[in-house]
C-alpha cells in the first residue's frame, strides 16, 4: 500500500527566511504533485513531477523529486506572508487507477 | 464548463437523514474522483471513475456510501443514514487522460461542507 508522508506538518517561519517541506513515499511512483490550499478553499495546483532529477520553480517555491529516494522537496525562498497556507503533496500509482494518495499536509504561517 | 463544479457549497443535514452531493467535471474529462477531508486532515480517497469502465469503489467506507456518474459526466455521491463522523469536506476532482494513456492534470472543485447535526 502506498504511504505518503510529509515533515514538518506544523512550520512557522519569519518572512525573509528559507525553508524546506520534505515529502518521502513508500513505493514507486509514476508522478508527483504539489498543491497549496488556503483556509475554506479547495486545492490549487502548484508542480508535478514526472521523472528523476526533475525541478520546477514557481515564484519562491521550487519542487525537485529524486525517484531512488523516493523523497520530493519543496523549498521555499525568502518567504513572504501571501505563502502562508497548507500544502500537499501527492503521488500517483497508475496501478491504484490514476488516484492520488495524499500526505497529511503541511501547515505553513508565515510571520511578519 | 470552466471548471469543476460541486453543489451544494454546504449542507447541514440531520442525523439519520441521506444526503446527495453532486459534482459537475470539466468537459471531455473522463475521469472523476471523490475525496474526503476531515477538519484538519489531509485528503481521503473514496471512488474513481474512469471513462465506461467499473468504478474503483475501494476508498468507500462503508456501505452507506455509493456514488453513481450518469453519461460519463456528472458524478453523485449518496451518503445513507448520515452519521455525526461523516461530517467533513467532500471535495470532487476530474482529470483527462493524455495520450500515454496517464492522467495528468486534476483540477479540484470548491468542495461540499456537510456538518451531521
Known amino acids: 500500500e502506498l504511504k505518503v508522508e510529509q515533515n514538518p506538518l506544523f512550520l512557522s517561519m519569519q518572512e525573509g527566511k528559507n525553508y524546506t517541506i520534505y515529502c518521502n513515499y513508500s513505493t514507486t511512483s509514476d508522478r508527483l504533485y504539489w498543491y497549496r490550499q488556503d483556509p475554506g478553499k479547495s486545492l490549487e495546483s502548484l508542480f508535478v513531477l514526472l521523472s528523476n532529477g526533475a525541478v520546477k520553480q514557481e515564484g519562491r517555491l521550487m519542487a525537485s523529486l529524486d525517484t531512488k529516494a523516493r523523497l520530493s522537496t519543496l523549498h521555499i525562498t525568502a518567504a513572504v506572508h501571501d505563502l502562508s497556507a497548507t500544502y500537499f503533496c501527492a503521488v500517483v500509482q497508475e496501478t491504484s487507477g490514476s488516484r492520488l494518495t495524499f500526505g497529511e499536509g503541511t501547515q505553513l504561517t508565515v510571520n511578519p | 464548463g470552466a471548471g469543476v463544479s460541486q453543489s451544494p457549497s454546504n449542507k447541514v443535514t440531520e442525523k439519520g437523514k441521506d444526503v446527495e452531493l453532486r459534482c459537475d467535471p470539466i468537459?471531455?474529462?473522463?475521469?472523476l474522483y471523490w475525496y474526503r477531508q476531515s477538519l484538519g486532515q489531509g485528503l481521503e480517497f473514496l471512488i474513481y471513475?474512469?471513462?465506461?469502465?467499473?468504478?474503483?469503489k475501494s476508498g468507500l467506507p462503508s456501505d452507506r456510501f455509493s456514488a453513481e456518474r450518469t453519461g460519463g459526466s456528472v458524478s453523485t455521491l449518496t451518503i445513507q443514514r448520515t452519521q455525526q463522523e461523516d461530517s467533513a469536506v467532500y471535495l470532487c476532482?476530474?482529470?483527462?487522460?493524455?495520450?500515454?494513456?496517464?492522467?495528468?492534470?486534476?483540477?479540484f472543485g470548491s468542495g461540499t461542507r456537510l456538518t451531521v447535526v
Open positions: 476532482a476530474s482529470s483527462t487522460r493524455a495520450p500515454a494513456g496517464k492522467n495528468y492534470g486534476y483540477t
Open positions: 471513475f474512469q471513462g465506461n469502465s467499473a468504478p474503483d
Open positions: 468537459s471531455g474529462h473522463t475521469a
